[in-house]
T-cell receptor
Framework: GQQVMQIPQYQHVQEGEDFTTYCNSS?????IQWYKQRPGGHPVFLIQ?????EVKKQKRLTFQFGEAKKNSSLHITATQTTDVGTYFC???????????FGGGTRLMVKP | NAGVMQNPRHLVRRRGQEARLRCSPM?????VYWYRQLPEEGLKFMVY????????ESGMPKERFSAEFPKEGPSILRIQQVVRGDSAAYFC??????????????FGSGTRLTVV
């Protein structure tokens, strides 16, 4: 079946350092979505990418969708303590009925 | 405009009891998805429902688990004869009435189930 994988699983950074998480799908995706879950919270939708090679920015966050539409990345510039949480990528299942989530990357930021 | 409402937020059940988790989707959303999250793990799909229809239950364990989304009222995820391994956070998400993966999901705050 379809698999969506993320690396790294955990990342500790010093406040002000950059952070990147990578997402890879075993199948080509029609779109990819990113979510953030704060500790003890629920996943919150951040963004959706649809086009091959698409790059979108939200303040210090940069999202990229690979040319082959099988991989994606999220880069955070100059991390802040408010960036702490787990970042999930998600892509449509093979049947397209629902989203398959990656395992997430847990970001911890030391002040 | 209320978001996705889940209740209860926390639920404690003894082994062998039943757990009922409720989810009311956002106004205008008719698609509901249930996901389970074990501690320190990712989100695992369980079931996708529309009003009065189960569209995809491929992630649902075959025994003890059931889900419904009646014409009136919230969606219910029911776990019979709970075991310790059922302890997890159960999240419900909803989306507009289009194909289930085309738009971002809005998640509820989840129900944290603890089986003692």
């Amino acid at each position: 079946g379809q698999q969506v994988m993320q690396i790294p699983q955990y990342q500790h950074v010093q406040e002000g350092e950059d952070f990147t998480t990578y997402c890879n799908s075993s199948t080509t995706l029609s779109n990819i979505q990113w979510y953030k879950q704060r500790p003890g919270g629920h996943p919150v939708f951040l963004i959706q990418l649809v086009k091959s090679g698409e790059v979108k920015k939200q303040k210090r966050l940069t999202f990229q969708f690979g040319e082959a539409k099988k991989n994606s990345s999220l880069h955070i510039t100059a991390t802040q303590t408010t960036d702490v949480g787990t970042y999930f990528c998600a892509g449509p299942s093979n049947a397209g009925n629902m989203l398959t989530f990656g395992g997430g990357t847990r970001l911890m930021v030391k002040p | 405009n209320a978001g996705v409402m889940q209740n209860p937020r926390h639920l404690v059940r003894r082994r062998g009891q039943e757990a009922r988790l409720r989810c009311s989707p956002m106004k205008g959303h008719s698609h509901v998805y249930w996901y389970r999250q074990l501690p320190e793990e990712g989100l695992k799909f369980m079931v996708y429902l529309q009003k009065e229809n189960i569209i995809d239950e491929s992630g649902m364990p075959k025994e003890r688990f059931s889900a419904e989304f009646p014409k009136e009222g919230p969606s219910i995820l029911r776990i019979q004869q709970v075991v310790r391994g059922d302890s997890a956070a159960y999240f419900c998400a909803s989306s507009p009435p289009v194909r289930g993966s085309l738009y971002g999901y809005t998640f509820g705050s989840g129900t944290r189930l603890t089986v003692v």
